[in-house]
């Protein structure tokens, strides 16, 4: 363990070396609630190379509360896209809405509030509200967590074990407590890495337990069980009409993009029918199937991994000749840039980028 009289002096060597080394991130020079939450949300599961310039987007078309709770879901959507994990976008949005009708547009500044708000959870509310208003709740998200394991080892992993050890040195912190979860956050990011830490450059090497065991490997935090990802057969359906406008749909109770724009898929055992998932898809009157003409057939066409499915999927390539949907209906023919536009899977620029290679769409 460290020692209760070392705390402060290793602590200060810790929050020396991310004054000195910390990124210059677009969401670090900020102490707006609001922004500091989309920045939290967005690197849930996402890489921080991606999330930079998708942020600095986000916040320009929306930044504040009430822009984004005013905001058409789809255009919002249009914004995360490539970020993935569209729930999240969505209960930013319902956030925005909540704190917009209960808290006058102003994010709530106490923990049991900041909880009630939809995808909030301990560690975003952690990390909000300390960055934000200098609350001390500790921050314990993976990269804490390894950084506690190292610093402490040997120790029984457990969420309370390592909660308990993350208050204890945010309760003998010197400086705000935000810039403290930042520094612990960062030197996990940065220096103790999982698989071989860079001690030779961390801070904190000299009271850490891991080195002094002289352990090289090892997160010493168990990744858990993780689930074999499931293999999966999708048919994609791209449907143009004469004026090669392809055909959308919006579903909610589909199992993948639910509430999206999407092109209609099946996912089907391997052996089933393609036709079959699309006349079961997409059930339009018969003399309007068959107006439908197969133009081609891209087998195992695409790869895709979504959430813990494994996808390998066949494309599609279909044209029909007058089909009217009613304007109510959640599926029609639009153009392609509006197609770019309002599907904003990453999945789509996979199927697009094959059909215009082919077809020049």
């Avoid at 919002?76 to 909540?98: D, E, H, I, M, P």
């Avoid at 708000?117 to 560690?123: A, L």
């Avoid at 087998?299 to 949907?325: A, P």
Wanted: net charge positive; glycine share 6%; charged share 25%.
């Amino acid at each position: 363990m460290i020692q209760s009289g070392l705390r402060k002096k290793n602590l200060f060597l810790l929050y020396e070396w991310f004054f000195s080394h910390r990124r210059n991130l677009p969401f670090r020079n900020t102490k707006d609630p609001y922004r500091i939450w989309v920045s939290e949300v967005m690197l849930q599961q996402t890489r921080m190379s991606v999330v930079e310039n998708k942020y600095i987007n986000f916040i320009q078309r929306f930044p504040d509360l009430k822009s984004l709770s005013m905001a058409d879901e789809d255009e919002v959507l249009t914004y995360w896209k490539g970020l993935g994990y569209y729930s999240r976008c969505r209960n930013l949005q319902k956030g925005a809405k909540q704190i917009q009708k209960q808290y006058g547009g102003h994010f709530p500044s106490e923990w049991s509030d900041a909880l009630k708000i939809p995808g909030i959870g301990e560690y975003t509310a952690s990390a909000v509200l300390s960055i934000a208003f200098n609350r001390p709740h500790a921050v314990l998200d993976g990269n804490v967590r390894r950084v506690l394991s190292r610093l402490y080892y040997p120790l029984e992993d457990s969420s309370a074990v390592l909660r308990n050890l993350a208050e204890d040195l945010m309760s003998v912190r010197t400086v705000d407590a935000g810039f403290h979860n930042e520094s612990l956050m960062e030197l996990g990011s940065l220096v103790c890495k999982p698989g071989i830490p860079d001690c030779k450059n961390c801070p904190l090497s000299g009271c850490c337990n891991l080195k002094k065991h002289g352990s090289r490997l090892g997160t010493l935090v168990p990744p858990g069980k993780k689930s074999s990802p499931l293999d999966i057969r999708m048919h994609l359906y791209i449907v143009h009409d004469k004026k090669k406008r392809i055909l959308i749909e919006k579903k909610k109770d589909r199992k993948f993009f639910k509430n999206m724009w999407f092109f209609p898929y099946a996912v089907c055992e391997e052996t089933q029918s393609g036709m079959k998932g699309f006349e079961k898809e997409l059930p339009i009157p018969e003399e309007i199937l068959a107006d439908i003409r197969m133009k081609h057939v891209f087998e195992n066409s695409f790869r895709h991994h979504i959430t813990h499915h494994r996808i390998k999927g066949n494309l599609y390539w279909m044209q029909c000749g007058s089909v009217k949907f009613k304007p109510q209906d959640s599926v029609y023919f639009a153009d392609l840039q509006e197609v770019k536009k309002l599907v904003v899977s990453s999945l789509s620029e996979k199927v697009l980028k094959i059909l215009d290679s082919n077809f020049n769409i």
